[in-house]
């Protein structure tokens, strides 16, 4: 069995909610010994050619990537959330896409299908946030759409207003206004229109792409339930190595995707170096990985 540290398949920019513009984050997988890398902002495509170009530049083999935000495919149980110390779970499930035979540079038209499926679900984050925004409001605490907004390249999302609550003194930190008022359920939280599993896949795969869904340990659903509706949804692997799981998570998806013949990838999932987070260093199986990142 090979082992690698050299892929890193999620990772953010400014493009949706990262700290860093793309040319900073391909820098820092190159520093930290990442050789196949895949941005994989929120509901865009918008940093791909840039990533590809800092990635060849660095000779580093990047992989297009969307993190997608859909209905969750199963209801959460209460006593994994329990053994995992969480009270909820999200409220989305993240599904990876990834489109390893896309070149950027130079094939729009394979793409272009899946970028017009994607681009309601992008738009539709500007209506949702000018909701919450409203809501803050009603609270107590205004904020100016449009400085939330400017604070995205690409995807508007949560962490964009939680800075801006931050620099309107309304609370200390990101993680606070996500505590208090932003995380899901809470009084400024808003739900914004998401595509199933199921039709994410369907517009994946009719893209030439493949699925992985992402840090799974963040819905509270047990492993084998878990991978049988995956498998039966079509998604194609799952993400077994994420920061957020400890080995024996790890190696439980590891075996369950074994089992179903499915692949697996790994991601940082990194966001920012203000996130105490870095890219890489990352021990996966390469037999294991999805064999469109090996062929």
Request: proline share 6%.
């Amino acid at each position: 069995m090979m082992w690698t540290q050299r892929f890193d398949l999620h990772s953010h920019s400014t493009n949706s909610d990262g700290q860093h513009e793309v040319p900073y984050v391909a820098e820092l997988m190159r520093q930290h010994g990442v050789k196949v890398w895949a941005l994989t902002d929120h509901d865009t495509t918008k940093g791909w050619k840039q990533a590809a170009k800092e990635a060849s530049s660095r000779g580093i083999q990047f992989v297009p990537g969307v993190e997608i935000t859909c209905t969750p495919a199963s209801p959460p149980h209460p006593e994994v959330l329990k053994a995992q110390g969480r009270e909820r779970a999200s409220s989305s499930w993240h599904l990876l896409a990834y489109f390893p035979k896309h070149d950027p540079a130079s094939n729009e038209e394979s793409i272009e299908s899946f970028k017009q499926w994607l681009m309601p679900r992008q738009l539709g984050r500007e209506p949702r946030m000018r909701l919450m925004c409203e809501r803050l409001e009603a609270l107590g605490m205004p904020v100016n759409i449009e400085d939330v907004l400017a604070r995205a390249d690409g995807s508007v999302g949560r962490p964009h207003l939680a800075e801006e609550m931050v620099k309107l003194g309304y609370v200390r930190s990101k993680q606070d206004a996500f505590e208090q008022w932003l995380g899901d359920g809470l009084p400024a939280f808003v739900a914004h229109e998401k595509p199933t599993v199921a039709e994410a896949v369907e517009a994946v795969k009719s893209a030439g792409g493949f699925t992985s869904l992402a840090h799974p340990v963040y819905y509270g659903v047990e492993v084998s339930l878990l991978m049988n509706t995956l498998q039966e949804l079509g998604v194609d692997a799952v993400e077994a190595v994420h920061r957020g799981h400890d080995d024996m998570y790890r190696h439980a998806l590891m075996e369950a995707a074994g089992e179903r013949n499915m692949g697996i990838t790994v991601g940082s999932d990194f966001h920012g170096l203000d996130y105490q987070q870095h890219p890489g260093s990352m021990p996966v199986m390469i037999g294991a990985l999805h064999p469109m990142l090996t062929e």
